[in-house]
């Protein structure tokens, strides 16, 4: 049987959802494929094994645990604190030490243990615009576990988490946006309490215990009027079918070849400008033979250059 130190949670038939330490004791009897769960009330409850569910604690796997250990112990160096001057990572990762056979970290922590969760997202919306990449950027993040997202400043990393948040709101989740500094995360507010999308009335400021508080002083009591009829007045928001994806990527992959095409003819005829050059420099009327011995040595070269690089070289 499980040991309950492996194990999260258990959900029984009757819609308790138990953290193990209400739990004493649980016991599995294979002839009848039955659980027998026992609180720390003594009462004892028989439970189908199609009616519980079991999640184990990753950190049992030796792996997750060291790497788990390795991260609180680096915790200890960071001088991020909350307003009682406690380390905030170690105090939310001693707090860690059941972690979710199937949640983001026990990938994270060993990925070949972890278990992986994939999802097929049927409709997307880009009420933010895009291109091809940060497309691809919003497909990939809505359908793993873990993405990584990477840019220099003004490829549109701010836009593709706006793409995100607004997938992700669309689908009744809640989101969590955290950073190494203020700016980043109030630049993400700034543009969805800008008076273009008017969404400002969804974020709240966390961190500092004054921001929480002021955010709770100044809640508002109601929607704004113009959600009453947001579908109507923002069409740009309706869904992109499975169809619509397919074609929209090819739209991107056609435009973004075009795009690489022209840059290499560009580059094509500065070089083939530059080598037209210097062979008229070399060639003249005049017999080579009559060239001196510094003159053919360097046309002897570039010839050789040319082969290398261009592979074909008519001579004549």
Known sequence: MNDLHDIVFVTDKYGRRNKTGDIEKLAYDSRKDVYFITYKDGKTYPCRSCDIQIIKNCLKDKQSATVFDYLLQM???SDIKNDDGQNLLVKNLEKSRFVNEFSVLARYL???KGKEVKSKIRSLIFPFGCNNSQFKAVS???????????????????QTILNIIANL??????VLIVSNNNDATRNVYEKLASDKYGLGFICAFHGKKDNI????????????????????????????????IKHLGKYFEANERISTIKSELAALKIESKYFDNSITDIYSNKKLLKKSSDVLMNLLQKIQFTYEEKEKFGFF
């Open 213 to 244: 508080e002021n955010f709770l002083k100044n809640q508002q009591q109601f929607y704004p009027e113009y959600l009453k009829d947001w579908k109507n007045k923002l069409p740009v928001l309706s869904p992109l079918l499975d169809e619509d």
């Open 169 to 174: 709101l669309m689908r009744d989740k809640t």
């Open 110 to 112: 060993n990925p070949k």
């Open 140 to 158: 990939t993040a809505l359908n793993n576990q873990v993405s990584i997202i990477q840019g220099p400043p003004g490829t549109g990393k701010t």
């Open 75 to 77: 915790a200890q160096f």
